[in-house]
């Protein structure tokens, strides 16, 4: 510890945390793309002058921010501190440093103060267009898009116009790419200008002092907690649909040493010449946050949170596939390694661990064409499932977990789209019954009103494989893609729209918590009366 009494440490972060939050809202305020203001994909950090996250935005996606850090260390491998300089900026989506697949353009700027390098901002945000042909049977990372390795976007404050020429040729929305960019950069402003303040405020040269400090409080939070558990190893199975003739299935050992806590995915399936595959930056980032929720809920996260977590799995396999792996949906095997994790604590952990719930992994759907008018436009709906249940509570519904990305509003989605939302609905009778009951999921509708056919783009799972339920409860409901014609679409699939044609995607019930026998007679009627039951409308 470095002297701090802990009221002066707790206004120093607050302040700190405060400042990436004012930058996460500039951004949002900013930004061209629905994916960023609307649906929540991003993050926002404050980094030492090593590249560790002193605070992070609590919006967004927290998974981004939990590996942030080791991003950074990657870029500056590149790009060692003694070459930046005030104004630079460096971006990246290589997946195997950024955040998993080439869509999320991470940036990295420097924060220099009084002539001094004393540490970074960084962001991570979804682009709405990577350029590349989406294709369901793609064998390699390239077809998914471009691949931007760490390069500088601005020098000095001015921007390295090649490197922005070459991006925008590259992607079919050029104006909302760099949009969204320059509102990155915007938020990278704002950080900048609060973390010199910060310094002068409180009389300090650097964050040295304060990162130390820092890091100490959520390591040895995080190490407090994991004392709590009997040390052993605890295991689980996680099986999903995968795709055809390539099932996927996450093998998780968790083993408890004392005040560190390891994570292992040896026996998981084999990496495919499919998007699923997760890099294993990102199947770190989606083990250490259900943990770091499930033991130390209550303490701020930063780089420190995640030291007494380690993270492990075999080179080609799912979790951990060699380059050049196709990845673009890799949340559709990242997100399940909550399910894994919790149903391996679940023994030592009734209480504080959920059932599976129906958006591990997410459901996206991406609608693009062109309207009426000759507009292309592209637009990603981002609609939650239901949550697991816990042993106490009933599971959220239509909740995003384990990512944090929000529905967004679907009057904003018509207005940048020709597309009309017929209804947005909960889904009765989705949750799975137990004595407490899995979340609902949701029914949405989407009507294609052009002359013009639009490209509907399907990447989920659960079409087999439900949320299983904990404790005797029940699974929830499977997801679906039905056309108004009555054909049913592949969850991971291209099609199309047809002129007038509407599509209704039902996302799938988080699973349900005890028998559901036990069920107190006063929440099932509650349940009927709400319309949460099948027969019902909700």
């Known amino acids: 510890m470095t002297g701090f009494d802990p009221i002066g440490l707790e206004v120093r972060w607050d302040r700190l945390a405060a400042a990436t939050d004012e930058a996460a809202s500039t951004m949002l305020r900013t930004a061209f793309s629905t994916i960023i203001r609307e649906s929540n994909d991003y993050t926002v950090v404050l980094m030492d002058a090593h590249g560790r996250t002193m605070a992070e935005s609590r919006a967004g ?40 697949h080439l869509p999320d353009i991470a940036m990295i700027t420097p924060v220099f103060h009084r002539g001094t390098l004393v540490g970074y901002a960084g962001t991570a945000a979804h682009s709405p267009d990577i350029g590349g042909t989406p294709s369901m049977g793609s064998a390699d990372l390239l077809s998914e898009g471009i691949l931007i390795p760490p390069l500088r976007l601005f020098r000095e404050g001015r921007v390295e116009q090649g490197v922005k020429d070459f991006l925008l040729a590259n992607v079919r929305l050029a104006g909302q790419v760099w949009g969204d960019l320059e509102a990155q950069s915007a938020a990278h402003a704002v ?35 994991v004392r709590e558990l009997p040390d052993g190893v605890y295991r689980a199975g996680v099986d999903a649909d995968g795709i055809e003739g390539h099932p996927t299935h996450i093998e998780c050992a968790v083993t408890v040493d004392g005040d560190r806590i390891g994570i292992d ?40 949170s995640y030291q007494a977590i380690g993270v492990t799995a075999p080179v080609g396999t799912i979790v951990n596939p060699t380059f050049p792996a196709p990845v673009v949906a890799r949340h559709l095997t990242g997100h399940l390694l909550s399910c894994a994790i ?91 019954r137990g004595r407490r009951r899995g979340g609902l ?44 014609s009555g054909e049913r679409v592949p ?48």
């Open 342 to 432: 919790y149903r391996a604590l679940a023994p030592v952990l009734p209480g504080s661990v959920i059932a599976d719930s129906g958006g591990a992994p997410a459901l996206r759907v991406r609608f693009a064409g062109v309207d009426d008018a000759g507009r292309p436009f592209s637009q990603m709906l981002f609609a939650n499932a239901g949550m697991g249940a816990s042993r106490d509570k009933d599971g959220l519904s239509t909740t995003a977990f384990p990512t944090n990305s929000g529905s967004g509003s679907i009057e904003a989605l018509e207005v940048a789209s020709p597309l009309r939302f017929v209804r947005k609905e909960f889904r009765a009778g989705s949750g799975g």
């Open 191 to 225: 950080c900048r200008r609060r973390a010199q303040e910060f310094l002068d405020d409180f009389g300090e040269p650097d964050f040295e002092r304060f990162a130390a400090e820092v890091h100490a409080v959520t390591d040895a939070a995080m190490r407090a907690a």
């Open 61 to 100: 996606i927290p998974g981004f921010a939990a590996l942030m850090s080791s991003l950074t260390a990657l870029v500056l491998e590149r790009f060692p501190a003694a070459e930046w300089r005030d104004g630079d900026c460096v971006i990246t989506n290589d997946p195997w440093i950024a955040t998993g």
């Open 491 to 538: 969850l991971k699939s291209i099609s199309q729209l047809a002129p007038g044609a509407s599509v209704v995607i039902s996302f799938p019930g988080g699973g349900g918590f005890g028998a559901p026998e036990d069920r107190e007679p006063d929440l099932i009627l509650a349940d009927e009366l709400g319309g949460y039951t099948p027969g019902e409308s909700a």
């Open 441 to 484: 999921g949701q029914d949405v509708e989407v009507h294609n009103p052009t002359r013009r056919p639009v490209q509907l783009v399907l990447l989920g799972d659960r079409e087999r494989h439900p949320a299983l339920g904990l404790a005797g409860g029940e699974p929830g409901a499977t997801a679906q893609a039905v056309l108004d």
């Open 265 to 304: 995915y040896t026996g998981s399936s084999a990496q495919v010449p499919f998007s699923t595959n997760s890099t294993l930056n990102y199947t770190r980032a989606y083990s250490v946050y259900p943990l770091k929720i499930l033991l130390d809920p209550a303490t701020r996260t930063n780089w420190g």
